[in-house]
């Protein structure tokens, strides 16, 4: 097989994954992702396509609640985009999947630590990191400060989230 093939098959399971997982099918998904990762394994297909396999891969699993599974291919896909020095808005979304699993695993300092990481990267990124990437980290911010009854910190984090909202060409009102 071509490498334009390769690269085809593996867009083409990656698309159907992200479907699948959209539409709450979290099983579909990791099939689909699982046999975009086999693709890779079997090419010559550039490294950075594994860390964004491993992360669909791992949001899917942390959505069956399999979060241990997930943490590892998070810290896997982190580790190949720590290797791409340019790669500073992967890092981000990286550290974000990273502080999800842990809150929903009940680790919530840990959970804070890769939230505020994850933020800071979103910051350093620029306009490389979605718009919708930093509103859903300053939207997890303002829950987990709330959750430690810290209602100064909830409140300044939900006012960030309503301006940067508001102010963004990338984002509808109702994000």
């Known amino acids: 097989m071509s490498e334009t093939e390769l690269l085809q098959r593996w867009q083409t399971r990656m698309a159907v994954g992200r479907m699948a997982y959209e539409a709450g099918y979290y099983t579909q998904a990791?099939?689909?992702?699982?046999?975009?990762?086999?693709?890779?394994?079997?090419?010559?297909?550039?490294?950075?396509l594994k860390a964004r396999t491993l992360t669909g891969l791992a949001k899917s699993l942390a959505a069956i609640g399999k979060y241990a599974e997930a943490e590892i291919m998070i810290h896997q896909a982190l580790n190949i985009d720590e290797e791409d020095i340019d790669g500073v808005a992967e890092r981000a979304e990286d550290f974000h999947q990273l502080s999800?699993?842990?809150?929903?695993?009940?680790?919530?300092?840990?959970?804070?630590?890769?939230?505020?990481?994850?933020?800071?990267?979103?910051?350093?990124a620029g306009s490389d990191a979605p718009d919708e990437l930093k509103?859903?980290?300053?939207?997890?911010?303002?829950?987990?400060?709330?959750?430690?009854?810290?209602?100064?910190?909830?409140?300044?984090?939900?006012?960030?989230?309503?301006?940067?909202?508001?102010?963004?060409?990338?984002?509808?009102?109702?994000s």
């Open 30 to 48: 990791i099939r689909h992702f699982r046999l975009a990762l086999e693709l890779l394994e079997s090419g010559e297909l550039s490294h950075s």
């Open 100 to 124: 999800l699993l842990c809150w929903r695993s009940g680790r919530d300092t840990e959970s804070l630590d890769y939230a505020r990481k994850a933020f800071e990267l979103t910051n350093k």
């Open 135 to 174: 509103a859903k980290l300053l939207k997890h911010l303002a829950v987990l400060a709330e959750q430690s009854g810290n209602t100064r910190e909830t409140e300044r984090y939900l006012n960030q989230a309503i301006e940067f909202i508001v102010m963004s060409p990338q984002l509808g009102k109702n």
